[in-house]
């Protein structure tokens, strides 16, 4: 595969973090990235870690956000707009024709499986290595495995049938054969399961940047939901929820802050090794003019129609910039386009407690117990400012509940890791509402293509239809 060339970088990250001594020497054949790091001390072991961390905030898919599956998906579905020509490689994700050489694409794809040998590489190192102790051992062992299944969450929902590649072996990895959704779940379920037995309930230090016990338990609950295990969705969220590390904000402008009582996990613009301290989020989305070459999209008329005007999230999360003729609405959930200095004031979510209440209720619902699943919604609704549905909507029937809970979460989750576009598909429903928002929509462009240069350098990849 082309990306095993990204996957050298893993070793230069390293080098960055950790002097030459820190490793045990290695011979590494050319072109080649070694199949095993071995680690002589917990310290050299937890700056791998620290590099996963870094890398994760300067990554195509989830830090540069041109490539990143929160503007991607976004544009795929009804969330954003570009209405630029300066971007025709994002135009393409906005009218749902991405062509298989689109380098968007291959560096959302390509960033993914970088993430995800680099955890392979740590678990490899630490399974391989003596000298480390057995606390440190489990941790990143569990850390590495958390973020590997988060990693193939998105592969498979964006792509379906994806490589399943669990080691560093290049020869292997190199011609591996795509693997059904199915079979990614089972390998996602397993190392969540990992993971939680290994990581310790508390974050490692007062910064929410490291995954935990809390953070494993959320994932395996989406994972669970769209499995369609409600009973486990239920539970797994309802554990999250009652956790005392997080807590559902009343202040709206408090939850995308750094270390935020809300936030499950988050990445810090640290780690991007450069002098800004401002989010992607908040340099991209954030207009001054027009949407143009640097910021390339706004928010979509269909989605700012969704919500009332008195909708707490319409008010502080959705800024508006206008020129002579026209309004532009864009995402204000970071409120920092530009920043330097020693101040971290906002860091990108990932993962936040509000999803765990909206697990909990479609799980309920699906379940058919909708007078808890409306208790649970409802504590998102009256977050935002808004009546309870348990007041307005007693009666309200299963489908109706379901549509409410999808409404709630594209409100609350617009332009947050692409959960709208994974959400039309897991729901069944992506057809049903792209059909009328999209000219160009087939129900084949649900996945993206597999990139060109990965096809032409392994045979065993076969393209996904409609491509």
Same mark, same amino acid.
């Given at each position: @595969?082309?990306?095993?060339?990204?996957?050298?970088? #893993?070793?230069?990250?390293?080098?960055?973090?950790?002097?030459?001594?820190?490793?045990?020497?290695?011979?590494?054949?050319?072109? $080649?990235?070694?199949?095993?790091? /071995?680690?002589?001390?917990?310290? &050299?072991?937890?700056?791998?870690?620290?590099?996963?961390?870094?890398?994760?905030?300067?990554?195509?898919?989830?830090?540069? @956000?041109?490539?990143?599956?929160?503007?991607?998906?976004?544009?795929?579905?009804?969330?954003? $707009? %570009?209405?630029?020509? &300066?971007?025709?490689?994002?135009?393409?994700?906005?009218?749902?024709?991405?062509?298989?050489?689109?380098?968007?694409?291959? =560096?959302?794809?390509?960033?993914?499986?970088?993430?995800?040998?680099?955890?392979?590489?740590?678990?490899?190192?630490?399974?391989?290595?003596?000298?480390?102790?057995?606390?440190? &051992?489990?941790?990143?062992?569990?850390?590495?495995?958390?973020?590997?299944?988060?990693?193939?969450?998105?592969?498979?929902?964006?792509?379906?049938?994806?490589?399943?590649?669990?080691? %560093? +072996?290049?020869?292997?990895?190199?011609?591996?054969?795509?693997?059904?959704?199915?079979?990614?779940?089972?390998? @996602?379920?397993?190392?969540?399961?990992?993971?939680?037995?290994?990581?310790?309930?508390?974050?490692?230090?007062?910064?929410?940047?490291?995954?935990?016990?809390?953070?494993?338990?959320?994932?395996?609950?989406?994972?669970?939901?769209?499995?369609? +295990?409600?009973?486990?969705?239920?539970?797994?969220?309802?554990?999250?929820?009652?956790?005392?590390?997080?807590?559902?904000?009343?202040?709206?402008?408090?939850?995308?802050?750094?270390?935020?009582?809300?936030?499950?996990?988050?990445?810090?613009?640290?780690?991007?090794?450069?002098?800004?301290? =401002?989010?992607?989020?908040?340099? #991209?989305?954030?207009? =001054?003019?027009?949407?143009? !070459?640097?910021?390339? /999209?706004?928010?979509?008329?269909?989605?700012?129609?969704? #919500?009332?005007?008195? +909708?707490?999230?319409?008010?502080?999360?959705?800024?508006?910039?206008?020129?002579?003729?026209?309004?532009?609405?864009?995402?204000?959930?970071? $409120?920092?386009?530009?920043? %330097?200095?020693?101040?971290? %004031?906002?860091?990108?979510?990932?993962?936040?407690?509000?999803?765990?209440?909206?697990?909990?209720?479609?799980?309920?619902?699906?379940?058919?117990?909708?007078?808890?699943?409306?208790?649970?919604?409802?504590?998102?609704?009256?977050?935002?400012?808004?009546?309870?549905?348990?007041?307005?909507?007693?009666?309200?029937?299963?489908?109706?509940?379901?549509?409410?809970?999808?409404?709630?979460?594209?409100?609350?989750?617009?332009?947050?890791?692409?959960?709208?576009?994974?959400?039309?598909?897991?729901?069944? $429903?992506?057809?049903?509402?792209?059909?009328?928002?999209?000219? !160009?929509?087939?129900?084949?462009?649900?996945?993206?293509?597999?990139?060109?240069?990965?096809?032409?350098?392994?045979?065993?990849?076969?393209?996904?239809?409609?491509?």
């Amino acid at each position: @595969m082309k990306n095993l060339k990204y996957y050298i970088s #893993f070793m230069l990250l390293l080098g960055s973090f950790t002097s030459c001594e820190d490793f045990v020497d290695v011979e590494v054949p050319a072109h $080649k990235t070694v199949s095993a790091t /071995v680690f002589s001390n917990d310290q &050299s072991a937890q700056s791998a870690m620290q590099g996963i961390y870094n890398e994760l905030s300067r990554a195509d898919f989830s830090g540069r @956000m041109a490539s990143a599956v929160t503007v991607l998906a976004g544009l795929s579905a009804d969330n954003l $707009k %570009t209405t630029t020509s &300066s971007h025709p490689e994002l135009k393409e994700f906005y009218e749902n024709l991405i062509l298989p050489s689109n380098t968007n694409n291959f =560096n959302l794809w390509s960033s993914i499986y970088n993430i995800i040998y680099m955890c392979n590489a740590v678990v490899e190192g630490v399974e391989n290595s003596d000298g480390l102790s057995p606390e440190v &051992s489990d941790r990143l062992i569990g850390q590495a495995k958390c973020i590997r299944a988060f990693g193939y969450f998105y592969l498979t929902n964006l792509y379906g049938d994806v490589p399943l590649i669990t080691s %560093t +072996d290049y020869r292997t990895n190199a011609v591996a054969p795509q693997q059904a959704p199915q079979e990614i779940y089972v390998q @996602m379920v397993k190392d969540l399961e990992d993971a939680l037995e290994l990581l310790p309930l508390e974050y490692p230090n007062a910064e929410r940047t490291a995954v935990n016990q809390g953070t494993a338990m959320a994932l395996l609950a989406r994972v669970y939901l769209y499995l369609q +295990d409600w009973t486990q969705a239920e539970l797994l969220s309802n554990e999250v929820i009652n956790n005392p590390n997080y807590t559902l904000l009343d202040s709206l402008d408090e939850v995308f802050l750094a270390n935020s009582q809300e936030a499950i996990w988050q990445i810090s613009p640290i780690g991007a090794g450069n002098s800004l301290t =401002n989010t992607p989020e908040g340099s #991209f989305f954030i207009l =001054n003019s027009p949407p143009g !070459y640097s910021k390339p /999209v706004a928010l979509t008329e269909s989605l700012i129609d969704t #919500f009332k005007p008195h +909708d707490n999230r319409r008010v502080d999360w959705i800024g508006t910039y206008q020129d002579e003729t026209t309004t532009f609405y864009y995402p204000y959930k970071y $409120k920092i386009p530009y920043a %330097t200095g020693a101040d971290y %004031t906002e860091y990108s979510m990932v993962l936040r407690l509000a999803e765990q209440y909206l697990i909990k209720s479609e799980a309920l619902a699906r379940k058919g117990d909708l007078n808890n699943a409306v208790i649970a919604l409802d504590k998102i609704r009256m977050r935002a400012g808004l009546d309870p549905l348990s007041s307005i909507a007693p009666n309200i029937q299963q489908e109706a509940l379901l549509d409410s809970i999808q409404l709630e979460k594209r409100r609350e989750f617009f332009t947050e890791w692409g959960h709208r576009w994974l959400d039309l598909k897991h729901t069944g $429903k992506i057809d049903e509402v792209l059909q009328d928002e999209k000219p !160009y929509w087939q129900g084949a462009y649900q996945y993206y293509p597999i990139p060109e240069e990965d096809l032409q350098n392994n045979p065993y990849l076969t393209q996904n239809p409609g491509y």
